[in-house]
C-alpha cells in the first residue's frame, strides 16, 4: 500500500462537516455509529509530513470502518506549512482548539467524553502525543507510525527536511520549538500511550516507536509498543489490510 494507492481510493463521505475556528481550514469531519449513545470518541489526527498538500480525505475509509465498529469518529482538519498559520506553533493550537470543541458539544453529538482517545498518523503521531502532554482530560493516546522524535527526522531528513519546514529551522536555530514539539523531549506522564507501526515501514522507520517506548518506560510513563510484521506505512491506515486488525484493537482496548 503506497500513499497513491490510498489517496486515489474514492473516499466515503462524512455524515457533517463541523467549523471549530474561522479559518478554512480549521474543520471536522463527523461519522456517527447507529444508536442513541453516548458514543465513546475517537479524534483523528492526519498526516502528510505537517504539509498543506496533504489533507484528512486520505484518512476517510480509516474512519468510516471505525465508526461502523461503534465509535464516533471526528477527522481532524488543520491548518498546514503552506496555509497562512501553518506550522508550528499554529498547527498545534489547531489541534488543541479541535479537542476542546469537540468536548464542549458532547450533548449536541451524544457523546461518551470519558472514553475518548487521540490518534494520529506518522506526523498525526506526533500531534497527538502533544495533545495528551497538554490536556490533563486527554488520557489515551495512539501513534500510528509516529513521528514521535523530532531530532531523528532532523538527523535523517525524512521527508526532505519536512520537519525544518514545520518548526521554522534546525534544532541548532530554533530549540524551543523543538523542545516545546517534540514527544521524546517532553513528558506525557497523564496518558496511556499506543505506539503501533509497520516492520516494514520504509517511511517512518519502526525505530522511531521502538525507541520512543524504550526510552518513555524508562521515565515511567505508560507505553504499549505493537510492532506489526509485514506491514508499511500505510498498511495501518488501510481497513482491508492484516494491519488495520491491531489498529482496530488498539483503539477499543483505548476507549475501554
Known amino acids: 500500500m503506497s500513499a497513491e494507492d490510498i489517496l486515489s481510493q474514492p473516499q466515503p463521505p462524512p455524515d457533517q462537516r463541523v467549523a471549530y475556528g474561522s479559518d478554512p481550514n480549521q474543520f471536522l469531519e463527523v461519522r456517527l455509529p447507529s444508536g442513541k449513545g453516548p458514543h465513546p470518541v475517537l479524534l483523528n489526527i492526519h498526516g502528510g509530513f505537517w504539509r498543506a498538500k496533504y489533507g484528512l480525505a486520505h484518512a476517510g475509509h480509516l474512519c468510516e470502518a471505525l465508526r461502523g465498529a461503534g465509535a464516533a469518529v471526528f477527522n481532524i482538519e488543520y491548518r498546514r506549512v503552506g496555509n497562512d498559520g501553518g506550522g508550528w506553533p499554529g498547527t498545534f493550537a489547531d489541534i488543541r482548539a479541535a479537542y476542546a470543541y469537540v468536548r464542549q458539544e458532547y450533548s449536541r453529538f451524544h457523546l461518551d467524553v470519558k472514553r475518548l482517545a487521540a490518534m494520529g498518523h506518522s506526523a498525526g503521531g506526533q500531534l497527538a502525543l502533544c495533545l495528551a502532554a497538554h490536556e490533563s482530560s486527554l488520557s489515551q493516546a495512539i501513534s500510528l507510525a509516529g513521528v514521535v522524535d523530532l531530532k531523528k527526522a532532523f538527523a535523517l531528513h525524512l521527508s ?57 518506560k524508562k521515565r515511567g510513563e505508560r507505553v504499549e509498543l505493537v510492532e506489526i510484521a509485514n506491514a508499511g506505512h500505510y498498511d495501518l491506515i488501510d481497513p482491508r489490510s492484516e494491519a488495520f486488525k491491531k489498529v482496530k484493537a488498539a483503539v477499543f482496548s483505548a476507549l475501554g
Request: no cysteine; aromatic share 10%.
Open 160 to 216: 526532505n527536511d519536512a520537519v525544518v519546514e514545520f518548526l521554522g529551522g534546525k534544532p541548532s536555530e530554533v530549540p524551543e520549538h523543538y523542545r516545546e514539539a517534540d514527544p521524546m523531549e517532553f513528558s506525557v506522564a497523564r496518558s496511556r500511550q499506543w505506539l503501533l507501526h509497520g516492520a516494514d515501514d520504509d517511511t517512518v522507520p519502526p525505530a522511531f516507536s521502538r525507541e520512543y517506548a524504550e526510552q518513555k
